[in-house]
Structures are given as structure tokens and as C-alpha cells.
């Protein structure tokens, strides 16, 4: 029997590798078998179900006949990563990564000289990986953790009615939804929107914030919640309740733009849009948090929008905030610049449901 060492650490990597490496336990029977590394969300994901693992720091290598990881972008999980790939390598083992960013996975490209990249970005993205990453083979085969999520999406339109019904919104409202990352960076994007959204001039703008748990014991956030809230009330016709809806993803049918820096809410949103056409997303990184070597040698900047494009999502680098506010109101009210990015997305993006089996066929054509 051949053994394949799934590793995972955080949430991300967890959520893409593990319905590949259940998928490749049902189906080995006697030819092939997983065992779980893992540590953080991910050692906790896998204890709720009473799966066994061990600890992804102990993990030595010998005895396994292929690795299969995700690329995190968290940095505790990028160094376990980097760190197990190292490992493998040292002992000729092949590895498998899933990437959902094409820039966690740069991370790994001088750590892993037999390594695969599975990843779930765009046509446009995985050949900016190649130019970068000579030798290393990259397969596009969308995102596993998506298969699920995807399947339900033939109610879109149902709950896209009904949500926005739900909250409130006038047909006419555009709906905005910020979706927090960890630290200070959401904080200081909401100070650009809120620097931002008064320029755009509609009056039919609502506006939902939905952060991630960290930020909300954020001390900078604390300081400046009342401040922000109360400016973004000031700016949309109002602020829209989002306290029913538990999670970010069921909020995204209701939503005209995502607002996000790193998140799989961005992905899922470009998904929606080769799907739906609806909604745009905007990816925010601040320039005093940018690795500026990141947007001057893979990114081109687009004439069209003042905003550096990746597929269907639009990433802002280094604008003032009446750059921003050029963008959004393009992403929300220019039906040229919509059609243009969601035709992209129609093309570039993969997602049918099927992105875990094309990962299990890519290992188990490495282990035989």
C-alpha cells in the first residue's frame, strides 16, 4: 500500500485539502491510504469529527510515498509548509499543493523541487505562476472546497430575492458588503472607505460589515468603531443588519460588491460572478501593508479602472481614496466595465463541482 501524508494547519488549507484526501481514503481500498498531519483550526476540525492525526510539527517524512498540503496565507501556516516541503524534498517524496492564491504558493517555489500545484485560480493567474515558478508542473482544477458550496448555487436566484427582501433593500440598492480580515489592515480599510464612499454620489447605496471574529478584539478597531460606523452611516443611505446571517457566504447572493483584502469570499464572489454575473469584488491591500514586489512585477495595471486586475476581482495597490471611489462606482454602475469582468470570469474560472476529483486523479497519476 502507498501512503500519502495529508498536511494541514489553518482553516484554508483544511477546507481544500481535506475533502481530497477523504475522497482518496474511500476510494484506495488496499492501493493506497492518508494519514492526517495537522495542527491549529485544522487538528480542531479534525478532532470534532473523530478523525485520527498526529501533530504536523512531528512530521518526518519516511515511509510516506507523496505529500498533499495547501498553501496557507497565514505565516505560521506558510513556515509549516515550507518546512514539511523540505522535508519531503530532502527525501525525493512528490508533493501535491493546493494554492487558492497564487502568491502563497511563490512561497514554496524554492523549497520543493518535486511539486505539483493544484490550484483553483484563474487561467491569467497560473500563467504568471509558470513564468515564476520554470519546472514545476500547475494544474487549474478549481477549488475542492467549493464543490459543496457550488452544488447549491442553483437556488441563486431564489436567495439573492429573497435575502435582499429579507434585509430590506430597495430594488434599486446597490448592496455593498466589506468581509474583515485579520489585524490592523481591515481597520485602515474601513478608514479608506469611509475616506472613499462620499465621492460616489449615489443615493442608493447600502452598505454590511461583516469581520472576522479577530478584528472585533482588534484594539485599533475598538478605538475606532463608533467613529467609522457612525461616517459610514453618513455616507449610505443606511447601514444594513447582518446579525441573522451567520456566516459571510450567505450573505454574498444579496451583494453588488465584495469589499475584501485576502479571502475566500473573493474567490467565492468570482465564482459567483462566472456563474451570475453578480457580485463585483474589489481586493484591498494598503500600501503600507503591500509586498510591493507582489503588484510591480506579476500585476498590470488596467486603463479601464484605476484598479490592478486578476481575473474577475480587482485589486487596489497604491490609490488615493478618489481612485478608489473611481472604482467602485465603475464595479457598481458601469455596465461596460461589469460585462468585461464577468466575461473574463465565464472564461477563466473553473467551477463545476468537480475540483476534487481532479485533484485525486492528479495524485493518485503521481503515485502510480
Given at each position: 500500500?502507498k501512503l500519502?501524508?495529508?498536511?494541514?494547519k489553518d482553516?484554508?488549507?483544511?477546507?481544500?485539502?481535506?475533502p481530497?484526501g477523504?475522497?482518496?481514503?474511500?476510494?484506495?481500498?488496499?492501493?493506497?491510504?492518508c494519514v492526517?498531519f495537522?495542527?491549529?483550526?485544522?487538528a480542531?476540525k479534525?478532532?470534532?469529527?473523530d478523525i485520527p492525526?498526529q501533530?504536523?510539527?512531528?512530521?518526518?517524512g519516511?515511509s510516506f510515498?507523496?505529500v498533499?498540503?495547501?498553501?496557507?496565507?497565514?505565516a505560521?501556516?506558510d513556515?509549516?509548509e515550507?518546512?514539511?516541503?523540505r522535508?519531503?524534498?530532502?527525501?525525493?517524496i512528490p508533493?501535491?499543493a493546493?494554492?487558492d492564491v497564487?502568491m502563497s504558493a511563490?512561497?514554496?517555489k524554492?523549497?520543493a523541487?518535486?511539486?505539483?500545484v493544484?490550484?483553483s485560480i484563474?487561467?491569467?493567474s497560473?500563467?504568471l505562476l509558470?513564468q515564476?515558478?520554470?519546472?514545476v508542473?500547475?494544474?487549474t482544477t478549481g477549488?475542492p472546497a467549493f464543490d459543496q458550496?457550488?452544488?447549491?448555487?442553483?437556488?441563486y436566484?431564489?436567495?439573492?430575492s429573497?435575502?435582499?427582501e429579507r434585509?430590506?433593500l430597495?430594488?434599486?440598492e446597490?448592496?455593498?458588503?466589506?468581509?474583515?480580515?485579520?489585524?490592523d489592515?481591515?481597520?485602515?480599510?474601513?478608514q479608506?472607505?469611509?475616506d472613499?464612499l462620499?465621492?460616489?454620489g449615489?443615493?442608493?447605496?447600502?452598505?454590511a460589515v461583516r469581520?472576522?471574529p479577530?478584528?472585533?478584539q482588534?484594539?485599533?478597531?475598538a478605538?475606532?468603531?463608533a467613529?467609522i460606523?457612525?461616517?459610514l452611516?453618513?455616507?449610505f443611505?443606511?447601514?444594513?443588519d447582518?446579525?441573522?446571517?451567520?456566516?459571510?457566504e450567505s450573505?454574498l447572493?444579496?451583494?453588488?460588491?465584495c469589499?475584501a483584502?485576502?479571502?475566500?469570499?473573493?474567490l467565492?464572489?468570482t465564482?459567483?460572478?462566472s456563474?451570475?454575473?453578480?457580485?463585483?469584488?474589489?481586493?484591498i491591500?494598503?500600501?503600507?501593508y503591500?509586498?510591493g514586489?507582489i503588484?510591480?512585477?506579476?500585476?498590470?495595471?488596467?486603463?479601464?479602472?484605476?484598479?490592478?486586475?486578476?481575473?474577475?476581482?480587482k485589486a487596489?495597490?497604491?490609490?488615493?481614496p478618489?481612485d478608489v471611489?473611481?472604482?467602485?462606482?465603475?464595479?457598481?454602475?458601469?455596465?461596460?466595465?461589469?460585462h468585461?469582468i464577468?466575461?473574463?470570469a465565464?472564461?477563466?474560472?473553473?467551477l463545476?463541482g468537480?475540483?476534487t476529483?481532479?485533484?485525486a486523479?492528479?495524485?493518485?497519476?503521481l503515485?502510480?
Amino acid at each position: 500500500m502507498k501512503l500519502i501524508a495529508v498536511v494541514m494547519k489553518d482553516a484554508g488549507s483544511f477546507n481544500a485539502v481535506m475533502p481530497a484526501g477523504e475522497l482518496l481514503s474511500a476510494n484506495g481500498g488496499h492501493d493506497y491510504g492518508c494519514v492526517y498531519f495537522a495542527s491549529g483550526v485544522a487538528a480542531t476540525k479534525l478532532k470534532e469529527r473523530d478523525i485520527p492525526y498526529q501533530n504536523a510539527d512531528e512530521f518526518v517524512g519516511d515511509s510516506f510515498d507523496l505529500v498533499l498540503c495547501g498553501t496557507s496565507s497565514t505565516a505560521d501556516g506558510d513556515f509549516l509548509e515550507r518546512d514539511i516541503c523540505r522535508k519531503a524534498t530532502a527525501k525525493g517524496i512528490p508533493i501535491v499543493a493546493i494554492s487558492d492564491v497564487w502568491m502563497s504558493a511563490l512561497r514554496l517555489k524554492d523549497d520543493a523541487v518535486k511539486l505539483t500545484v493544484v490550484t483553483s485560480i484563474d487561467q491569467q493567474s497560473t500563467s504568471l505562476l509558470r513564468q515564476v515558478m520554470p519546472g514545476v508542473k500547475i494544474v487549474t482544477t478549481g477549488n475542492p472546497a467549493f464543490d459543496q458550496w457550488f452544488h447549491g448555487q442553483n437556488q441563486y436566484t431564489t436567495n439573492r430575492s429573497a435575502i435582499r427582501e429579507r434585509l430590506g433593500l430597495h430594488p434599486k440598492e446597490k448592496l455593498v458588503c466589506f468581509f474583515g480580515g485579520y489585524g490592523d489592515q481591515s481597520a485602515d480599510i474601513l478608514q479608506l472607505l469611509c475616506d472613499t464612499l462620499g465621492d460616489i454620489g449615489s443615493p442608493y447605496l447600502a452598505f454590511a460589515v461583516r469581520n472576522h471574529p479577530a478584528i472585533l478584539q482588534n484594539p485599533k478597531w475598538a478605538k475606532d468603531k463608533a467613529k467609522i460606523e457612525a461616517t459610514l452611516a453618513d455616507f449610505f443611505g443606511r447601514t444594513v443588519d447582518t446579525a441573522e446571517y451567520k456566516t459571510g457566504e450567505s450573505l454574498l447572493p444579496a451583494a453588488d460588491l465584495c469589499v475584501a483584502n485576502w479571502s475566500t469570499l473573493l474567490l467565492q464572489a468570482t465564482h459567483l460572478v462566472s456563474l451570475h454575473g453578480s457580485p463585483m469584488s474589489l481586493h484591498i491591500i494598503l500600501p503600507e501593508y503591500d509586498q510591493g514586489w507582489i503588484a510591480n512585477q506579476f500585476c498590470g495595471l488596467s486603463n479601464t479602472v484605476p484598479a490592478v486586475t486578476l481575473g474577475a476581482a480587482k485589486a487596489v495597490y497604491q490609490y488615493s481614496p478618489a481612485d478608489v471611489a473611481t472604482a467602485i462606482s465603475n464595479l457598481l454602475f458601469n455596465e461596460n466595465t461589469r460585462h468585461e469582468i464577468t466575461r473574463a470570469a465565464k472564461r477563466d474560472f473553473r467551477l463545476d463541482g468537480r475540483s476534487t476529483e481532479r485533484v485525486a486523479a492528479e495524485v493518485i497519476q503521481l503515485l502510480n
